[in-house]
């Protein structure tokens, strides 16, 4: 009896299990959907993609695309380059999800900058965003640009979700302490 009994048991789980198995996306696909999302809001946007950084500026239509999948555009190039080992203050104006047109206000105007150590590694234990950091190979101090970053360039969280990310216009500043 009790072995009629776990195996009509074992029927009534087993296509649970494999059903809801099958529902998930894999990484593969998640990451896919994102280089969709990103290529469609770069044509969409009417945006133009370099793969060398433009001698005479950027337009506002023109984004370079690094090595590392992070897409940028130097609105204003700023000064002197930022010294490794710095601590390095942002401000950004508004970010938006790629995947959907939900708009998060940034800190622009707000008391408290971001800030990292420019030239550590990420961690989650610093929240540093390399894609946040990896304009500053580019630019100086007081630099301003737009980003579209890809999920494996942002927060843990946001890695974990897959979804990628325009900032609209991000500023750094060297922090004088």
């Not at 198995?21 to 809001?41: H, M, V």
Request: charged share 20%; net charge positive.
């Amino acid at each position: 009896m009790k072995k009629i009994f776990l195996f009509i048991l074992s029927l009534a789980i087993i296509p649970c299990i494999w059903f809801s198995c099958k529902n998930g996306k894999t990484y593969a696909e998640l990451l896919k959907d994102e280089r969709k999302a990103i290529s469609k809001f770069l044509a969409d946007s009417g945006f133009e993609v370099l793969t060398e950084y433009p001698d005479s500026g950027f337009t506002s239509t023109q984004f370079l695309k690094l090595p590392n999948g992070l897409y940028m555009n130097v609105i204003d190039p700023g000064n002197e380059r930022i010294d490794s080992f710095s601590v390095v203050l942002y401000r950004y104006k508004t970010s938006r999800s790629l995947f959907n047109t939900e708009t998060y206000s940034g800190n622009w105007t707000s008391v408290f900058p971001g800030e990292f150590v420019y030239g550590l590694s990420p961690s989650s234990s610093n929240g540093h965003i390399e894609g946040l950091a990896a304009p500053l190979r580019y630019v100086g101090n007081g630099a301003k640009v737009s980003l579209i970053i890809p999920s494996g360039l942002n927060s843990y969280s946001v890695m974990n979700s897959v979804t990628p990310y325009y900032f609209y216009c991000v500023k750094y500043e060297k922090s004088i302490y």
